[in-house]
T-cell receptor, first 115, second 112 residues
Framework: ETGVTQTPRHLVMGMTNKKSLKCEQH?????MYWYKQSAKKPLELMFV???????ENNSVPSRFSPECPNSSHLFLHLHTLQPEDSALYLC??????????????FGNGTRLTVT | AQSVTQPDIHITVSEGASLELRCNYS??????LFWYVQSPGQGLQLLLK??????LVQGIKGFEAEFKRSQSSFNLRKPSVHWSDAAEYFC??????????FGAGTQVVVTP
């Protein structure tokens, strides 16, 4: 059983909807990440939080809005998405973002379909 | 530019045969290297990691990888594959200062 839990596993939403993805880690880690995984494309890092502070935003459109209320929880709020945003969204955690030898632990992802 | 490259997009292997997946890196200093596996419908699971020391690293599920500085490679191997090894495999790397970079992945198909 993974130490990183993502809900929901699947989500279908229209372009005008607002929804949120949730991630929770039970590993005592201090860094959390959102990745986007699209077919035929490399894994794309979206956001990084370290000790609840956002440290990286890789030019992600504002229709994606992350929130990290504490080191164990991470949300991705979605609004007015486009069909090309359909992808698998993966949450990950690590001990500390500044420790590059600390491996990532991934959740099972949320499969998002935008109609 | 610092990067990780997986030359093989797709590999087919017979059950019981050996498997080797290639990964090349371009980092000036000693890199931190990782192999992850992703089964269908799942997230990425860490197989093994290399930071320093012994260049032959043992991982979970019977996998091992060898760091070869002279070839800038970190290839993943398994002596005898099982049908459950069918998955996508990702090499990832970074150094002390940069961001973790993932390769494009290698899809492994296991035939009976």
């Amino acid at each position: 059983e993974t130490g990183v839990t993502q809900t929901p596993r699947h989500l279908v939403m229209g372009m005008t909807n607002k929804k949120s993805l949730k991630c929770e880690q039970h590993l005592g880690h201090n860094a959390m990440y959102w990745y986007k995984q699209s077919a035929k494309k490399p894994l794309e890092l979206m956001f990084v939080y370290n000790f609840k502070e956002q440290t990286e935003n890789n030019s992600v459109p504002s229709r994606f809005s992350p929130e990290c209320p504490n080191s164990s929880h991470l949300f991705l709020h979605l609004h007015t998405l486009q069909p090309e945003d359909s992808a698998l969204y993966l949450c990950a955690s690590s001990q500390d973002r500044t420790e590059n030898n600390s491996p990532l632990h991934f959740g099972n992802g949320t499969r998002l379909t935008v109609t | 530019a610092q990067s990780v490259t997986q030359p093989d997009i797709h590999i087919t292997v017979s059950e019981g045969a050996s498997l080797e997946l290639r990964c090349n890196y371009s980092y000036g200093a000693t890199p931190y290297l990782f192999w992850y596996v992703q089964s269908p419908g799942q997230g990425l699971q860490l197989l093994l990691k290399y930071f320093s020391g012994d260049t032959l690293v043992q991982g979970i599920k019977g996998f091992e990888a060898e760091f070869k500085r002279s070839q800038s490679s970190f290839n993943l191997r398994k002596p005898s594959v099982h049908w459950s090894d069918a998955a996508e495999y990702f090499c990832a790397g970074t150094d002390s200062w940069g961001k973790l970079q993932f390769g494009a992945g290698t899809q492994v198909v296991v035939t009976p």
